[in-house]
């Protein structure tokens, strides 16, 4: 595995562990400033509008599982295809939500050395 690799390996197990703690700002941290989130029954949205959604998700707790099936890094740009497990527990007590599906997403490695997500393309689906 190259160094590159184990980067972006980390940045992923970084997203999610920021993720479970609530800890908006490093999970933004993680993406560039003209990042693009494709979900399935939404336009196309930026930082800001993640942003905004995430100050919406502090009455619940978020957990994660991230498998890479495929990680390919291109000079200063990567993709890796993921199967994304996420549980959304409500924390008035109401039922876990589960979704899982499959993602692709574009990294880009700044001029410090950082791998940033550019580009995500999120197919997860509910799950019972």
């Known amino acids: 595995m190259t160094d590159d690799e184990r980067a972006i390996r980390q940045l992923i197990d970084t997203w999610l562990a920021a993720s479970k703690a609530a800890d908006t700002a490093t999970v933004l941290s993680l993406m560039t400033d003209d990042v693009v989130f494709m979900v399935a029954g939404q336009k196309p949205f930026g930082k800001a509008a ?17 498998d890479i099936l495929e990680l ?13 497990e996420v549980t959304v527990t409500p924390k008035d007590g ?13 990294l880009r ?20």
Request: charged share 25%.
């Open 94 to 106: 109401s039922p876990p939500m589960r979704r899982a599906g499959n993602t692709l997403t574009i």
């Open 50 to 66: 993640f942003m905004a959604a995430s100050e919406g998700q502090k009455n619940i707790d978020i957990d994660g599982k991230s």
């Open 72 to 84: 390919q890094v291109l000079g200063d740009w990567a993709f890796l295809r993921t199967h994304l």
């Open 109 to 128: 490695k700044e001029t410090d050395g950082r791998w940033l997500l550019a580009r995500d393309a999120n197919l997860l689906m509910p799950q019972q």
